[in-house]
């Protein structure tokens, strides 16, 4: 099985790129399966139903999520139906609204598990990421052997550290959170293929995705200033695995960075979907900002 993790999808810029450049990948990269951490879709800060549904329509399998999943309240009765794919990290709290994994067959049969978790090192002061996901793997392991865990984490280490807890008993980990790709992808030594962050789907011109000039005034007053989505620059990230459908172990892995300046790369096909085609180009962002 041939599998895509779209890394953290940044607003507006982010769905244009991918609703735009996913069909081509899928077809030049023969892909089987894909996973889109979508915690940022919505204007850099959450989700809605309706961005969900329309990143569905490009081609997503299952989307992941992060701490930013709740910036939205809106959000919390779509993530109670586990039909509609969207997961948000396991270790929550008892009682958060949602799922932390789902179980995704696809078209021939098979079936793929996705794991959803968030780190604690300089995070929020949720459960153990390590033993949610023992809970989660026992409860897929009679079903399937593909794993995919999307870690939301802020640090290399913790990261480092959920690779070597997991390895042999997940097909794939990707890190995500920090927004920059890392070049450290490789297969652990029991099977697991791992890198310590997927990197962005979105504008890269400004500060994680965001305009540098609230950033910078953040950093300079240490006042509040509003964040808006940047627009420059915009890449589409992620990885590519190759799992073995008998035993869950990856065969190889291999990063994806590919610039985006409203045309399909070379080397690309043309993909045409009447449905879909062009339906972010002229839609307005959903927010303005945050004040952070």
């Excluded at 992060?66 to 939205?72: F, Y």
């Excluded at 153990?128 to 052997?145: A, H, N, Q, V, Y």
């Excluded at 420059?232 to 695995?241: E, L, P, R, S, Y």
Aim: proline share 4%.
């Amino acid at each position: 099985m041939r599998i895509l993790f779209i890394a953290d999808i940044m607003g507006k810029p982010g769905r244009w790129a991918l609703s735009q450049l996913l069909r081509p990948i899928k077809v030049k990269h023969q892909i089987d399966f894909v996973v889109a951490n979508v915690e940022n879709a919505a204007g850099g800060y959450g989700l809605t139903k309706p961005i969900s549904q329309k990143i569905m329509s490009y081609g997503v399998d299952v989307q992941t999520s992060g701490n930013h999943i709740w910036d939205r309240n809106e959000i919390f009765p779509f993530l109670d139906f586990a039909a509609n794919r969207v997961i948000r990290p396991a270790n929550c709290p008892s009682g958060s609204p949602g799922y932390g994994s789902y179980l995704h067959s696809l078209a021939d049969g098979r079936k793929v598990g996705v794991i959803n978790a968030e780190g604690r090192v300089f995070g929020r002061n949720i459960d153990c990421p390590f033993r949610t996901i023992d809970g989660e793997l026992r409860m897929m392991k009679d079903s399937t052997k593909i794993i995919v865990v999307d870690f939301h984490a802020e640090t290399t280490s913790e990261k480092g550290a959920m690779a070597h807890y997991v390895d042999g008993r997940v097909s794939l980990l990707v890190g995500t959170h920090t927004h920059i790709q890392t070049a450290d992808e490789h297969i652990m030594p029991n099977g697991t293929a791992f890198i310590t962050d997927a990197g962005m789907t979105g504008p890269h011109s400004g500060v994680i995705g965001m305009n540098a000039d609230g950033v910078l005034g953040r950093f300079l007053t240490a006042l509040p200033h509003r964040f808006t989505v940047s627009s420059d620059d915009v890449k589409i990230q992620g990885v590519i695995a190759e799992v073995d459908d008998e035993t869950g172990k990856a065969i190889s892995i291999e990063r994806l960075s590919l610039d985006f300046d409203g045309r399909v790369p070379e080397g690309y096909e043309i993909v045409r979907d009447d449905e879909n085609e062009d339906e972010d180009a002229d839609e307005e962002e959903d927010t303005d900002g945050s004040d952070t």
